[in-house]
């Protein structure tokens, strides 16, 4: 069994990590021409007919590695294309003579429909919904008449100690993240 040798180690992952990111820098570069020249072969040959075979077998073949929204979203600003009901890029009424490769090609497709990542909080959730459940209860009392809210007192003051809970934790983790981001700072600053 060999043994571990930690320099030798940290040097392959190096390598490895600079090989990712050149083959993952050419095959978005390589995309980026694949789509200037779908535009490119469209205009030439004055046809639409293969635009959405073309970038849906570029999108498809790239995979779950890459934003396909951004791919796409290149492809309704140059090719005047549109995602249809089963999520296949087809064609638009945009003409292939009005297609602007030179504009095409400076405008990357990596660049647009930057991807959002899916964040929630549930303690501002929650104190949320505690604003949320006495503005009720207030406008419904101010309204008078047919107005009600269903809002149970009891419920509400759990829901008050939750949210208060919740005001806590936030700030806790909120001075954690300082404290964090404070310690990063000072391990670049001695690196």
Known sequence: MARFNKKTAYAALETLIADAVMHWTKARDKSQEA???????AKLADTKEHLGPLVNSLIDGMGDGINANAMRQWAVDHLGMHLNADNTM????????????????????????PQKPYVFDLNKAVQALLVQAQGAAAKAEKKGGASH???????LV??????????????????????????????????
Do not use: M, N
Request: charged fraction near 30%; proline fraction near 3%.
């Open 149 to 155: 809210a269903e809002v149970d007192p009891e419920t």
């Open 90 to 113: 087809v064609a638009g009424k945009k003409k292939p003579e009005d297609f602007d490769t030179a504009s095409a090609s400076k405008i990357k497709w990596w660049t647009l429909a």
């Open 158 to 191: 759990q829901l008050e100690q939750l949210a208060a809970l919740a005001k806590h934790r936030q700030g806790a983790s909120e001075v954690k993240a300082k404290i964090d981001a404070a310690e990063k700072q000072k391990a670049k600053a001695t690196a």
């Open 35 to 41: 789509l200037v020249g779908i535009c490119s072969y």
